[in-house]
């Protein structure tokens, strides 16, 4: 696994280039969930999605692209995945103590569920989870600004393009700012009347390509300020995307 850091300051954002083979790719896109969208969850934004959470999920348990999505992400991958990025993890939760302790002097456990830990786990093992989300986003549809949940340690994207949008830089678009979120607060800067106070505040640097096979990541910290813009594309196309998240 080899990772091509992007970024380290202030925030660390970093990319595993052909982390899919071409038959996995093409496994993955050919059997991409296609949910009816009164079985996905709507933001007002316009963009649906279900997780690996849901009833949605667990009811496509044997769709081709969750049984390989579940076969590449297990836990090996993310063991492997946290001892190459924990120096930076470490740093991006400095003024987290409890969270150091769970990353320094205790042995990582990482599973998709939540299991009740019994009392030599609570004392010995953290057990971080990690879960799916299949994105799916049209025309004009947009995710604003802002730093994810206070559990998330890691968010990882690969991108599903048809031609008409391969390549056009609709990934993910992130910012240096230095307006600390680690509570995720939502501050609406997308909307009109906060134009002023974002275009002072924040300043774009780094959007994603939406490419096949990469995977593209980015650590959770107070200043991880990402978004997808307004999506200027054609009606007829959607922006798929599969998300993986690692929490605390």
């Known amino acids: 696994m080899k990772i091509n850091f992007l970024q380290k300051k202030p925030f660390c954002i ?54 390989l999505l579940e076969k590449i992400f297990d836990e090996s991958f993310f063991l492997k995945l946290l001892k190459q990025v924990k120096k930076e993890i470490l740093i991006s939760r400095k003024n987290k103590p409890m969270n150091l302790i769970s990353l320094i002097f205790r042995k990582i456990k990482v599973n998709n569920t939540l299991k009740k830990k019994n009392f030599l786990e609570k004392i010995f093992y953290s057990c971080f989870k990690y879960t799916f989300e299949f994105s799916y986003m049209d025309k004009n549809s947009c995710i604003p600004p802002h730093t994810d949940s206070m559990a998330k340690m890691i968010s990882m994207m690969m991108y599903f393009p048809t031609k008409e949008i391969e390549n056009q830089k609709i990934g993910t678009t992130f910012y240096n700012s230095e307006y600390k979120n680690f509570q995720n607060k939502s501050l609406g800067l997308f909307l009109k009347e906060n134009k002023f106070f974002f275009k002072k505040h924040f300043e774009e640097t780094i959007t994603f390509p939406y490419k096949k096979k990469n995977l593209y990541c980015f650590i959770k910290s107070d200043l ?22 690692l929490n605390m």
């Open 14 to 67: 970093f990319e595993i280039e052909n982390f899919l083979t071409d038959d996995q790719y093409k496994t993955l896109y050919d059997n991409f969930p296609n949910i009816s969208a009164d079985k996905l969850i709507k933001s007002k934004d316009l963009k649906y999605s279900f997780t690996s959470n849901s009833d949605t999920y667990q009811n496509n348990k044997n769709n081709e692209c969750i049984i």
């Open 224 to 245: 991880s300020w990402h978004s997808v813009k307004h999506l200027d594309i054609p009606a007829s196309v959607t922006r798929k995307s599969i998300n993986i998240n």
